[in-house]
């Protein structure tokens, strides 16, 4: 099996001063076209702890892909690092100098002396075109391992993964068939619980059964070799069953992005009122792009569910949408989701024991569960269902 390997360099990364989001895009990018990772490393900005990361690495991986330190500045090391460890020497492409003297024109700058670096790699490499950036990317064969060297900048390095190194993987290496991943996500449910549920499911060799936690939810994940597609399919079932009223949705496309698909294709508009939460659920439908008519932010105060039904079916007249959303209260006490239509009204009185978790935590519940009850309404299923946790302590209108 080819053995994947990445190396992400940069003191920031390091030291946990941003998160590393290219490490984790590119291990499912390549997982998704077969290519899994064997081994992440991550280094800072120091020259002799590279050079022998890259020794050490070349030796074992068949690629290696290295993101970051191919900018203009002193702590920058990738080109000088890879040109030691091969024991070459730096030199200046000149067809890229140029492309970097273009790309400054273009915008009405100068290049400025720095930037000139960005064309030095080393000797015998192959250059690799970066069509959005100034930093170019290389490639070059280091013992056993073909290495990759490519820009930090997100928008640079996805863009030349996708159409400059895969291209170049596939036509070195045969690439084996992407493994099949199953995903469902689910919500008000603990891990463990999830867990001691599957743990006696029967499971096709080389197919294992995963989970991810990420407050609040909870993904589980089948995976397995291609060849196994029909017998994890076969036992799909029994894992959507075991997840039951918590499942609230399946594959990657993620609840906003869902419901924001039905709302269009129904001809609906959507006004939100939130207290608790912030903003925060607005913030997630329009990223979505969910036909939103209006959406209000108010302070959190405590009010009954009948207050606050009331609200938001004058809010849903007011407002001349089909369907009105709203999430009052105070966590302290409890929180009224109401959701008024055309065809009636519904709300939850809920209390949620969650009371420890960090403000930020306590609103994204607060924001899923409000999508989580639009959801099932679109799906005419129960709204006041056990999911674990969160205690209903109210309900009016329910569908079932």
């Known amino acids: 099996m080819l053995k994947v390997e990445m190396l992400s360099t940069g003191d920031e990364v390091l030291y946990g001063q941003i998160i590393d989001t290219n490490a984790a895009w590119l291990a ?95 000797a015998h490499s192959e250059m690799i075109d970066n069509p959005v950036g100034t930093a170019c990317g290389f490639a070059m064969q280091l013992n056993r391992c073909l290495i990759f060297f490519t820009p930090g900048v997100p928008s640079e ?30 919500f008000g449910r603990g ?29 589980l994940k089948l995976t397995g070799p291609a060849t196994q597609r029909a017998a994890m399919e076969a036992i799909w079932p029994e894992v959507k069953r075991v997840a039951g009223d918590s499942l609230i949705y399946e594959g990657t496309e993620g609840l906003p992005a869902q419901i924001a698909r039905r709302l269009k294709a129904n001809h609906q508009t959507l006004s939100i009122s939130e207290q608790f939460t912030g903003g925060l659920l607005a913030l997630d439908l329009v990223r979505a792009a969910v036909p939103l008519l209006a959406s209000e932010i108010l302070p959190p105060q405590q009010q009954s569910l009948r207050d606050t039904l009331d609200y938001g079916a004058g809010l849903r007249q007011k407002q001349g949408a089909d369907l009105a959303l709203v999430i009052a209260g105070t966590i302290e006490s409890q929180i009224n989701f109401v959701l008024t239509t055309e065809t009636g009204d519904y709300g939850l009185a809920v209390e949620f024991g969650v009371s420890h978790y960090q403000l930020a935590t306590r609103q994204e519940v607060c924001a899923l569960m409000a999508l989580n009850m639009l959801r099932r309404w679109m799906n005419g299923e129960a709204l006041a269902v056990d999911q674990g946790w969160i205690k209903i302590r109210e309900s009016y209108g329910d569908l079932v």
Not at 48 to 64: P, Y
Not at 176 to 184: F, G, H, T
């Open 157 to 186: 390095f996805k863009e030349m993964v996708a159409q400059e190194i895969l291209p170049r993987l596939r036509a070195r290496f045969t690439l084996p068939e992407p493994p099949v991943c199953l995903r469902l996500t689910t």
């Open 28 to 122: 499912d990018y390549l997982f998704n076209h077969g290519l899994p990772f064997s081994r992440r490393n991550t280094v800072g900005d120091n020259l002799e702890d590279l050079i022998t990361i890259l020794k050490e690495r070349s030796q074992h991986a068949d690629v290696l892909i290295v993101n970051g330190g191919l900018g203009p500045t002193s702590d920058d090391l990738s080109a000088l690092a890879a040109a030691t460890a091969a024991g070459v020497e730096l030199v200046e492409h000149q067809e890229w100098l140029k492309t970097m003297e273009a790309f400054f024109a273009k915008r009405g700058k100068i290049m400025a002396p720095t930037n000139r670096k960005q064309a030095l790699i080393p």
């Open 191 to 219: 891990e463990s619980d999830l867990a001691q549920s599957l743990e006696n499911l029967p499971l096709p060799d080389g197919v294992v059964m995963g989970y991810r936690s990420s407050m609040p939810i909870i993904e």
